[in-house]
Nanobody
Framework: VQLQASGGGLVQAGGSLTLSCVVS????????MDWLRQAPGKQRESVAT???????TYADSVKGRFTISRDGAPNTVYLQMNGLKPEDTARYYC???????WGQGTQVTVSS
């Protein structure tokens, strides 16, 4: 299993970013996919999940601002992030729920 996340960067508060994660080595269409994040000194937390059928769920902290999707490029899951806040600063990871494999993630930094 390989997970290649990209799209992070430095953005001002209120701005937007779209993260992408290309998945290989598994049957992507059958997987529930998660986006998680970890800020310095904090535990990793779930941000959003999308089932193989396309049903999304969100952490309360991002509901209404973030959108997870998987209907773009093949084997790719996205996280559209709008209305970014400084507390969204973290390293973001995608993960196939069934597999204990982590990619390198992508850093998101939101300045106030």
């Amino acid at each position: 299993v390989q997970l290649q996340a990209s799209g992070g960067g430095l953005v001002q508060a209120g701005g937007s970013l779209t993260l992408s994660c290309v998945v290989s080595g598994i049957t992507f269409s059958a997987q529930t996919m998660d986006w998680l994040r970890q800020a310095p000194g904090k535990q990793r937390e779930s941000v959003a999940t999308i089932t193989s059928g396309g049903i999304p769920t969100y952490a309360d902290s991002v509901k209404g601002r973030f959108t997870i999707s998987r209907d773009g490029a093949p084997n790719t899951v996205y996280l559209q992030m709008n209305g970014l806040k400084p507390e969204d600063t973290a390293r973001y990871y995608c993960k196939a729920r069934r597999y204990a494999v982590w990619g390198q993630g992508t850093q998101v930094t939101v300045s106030s």
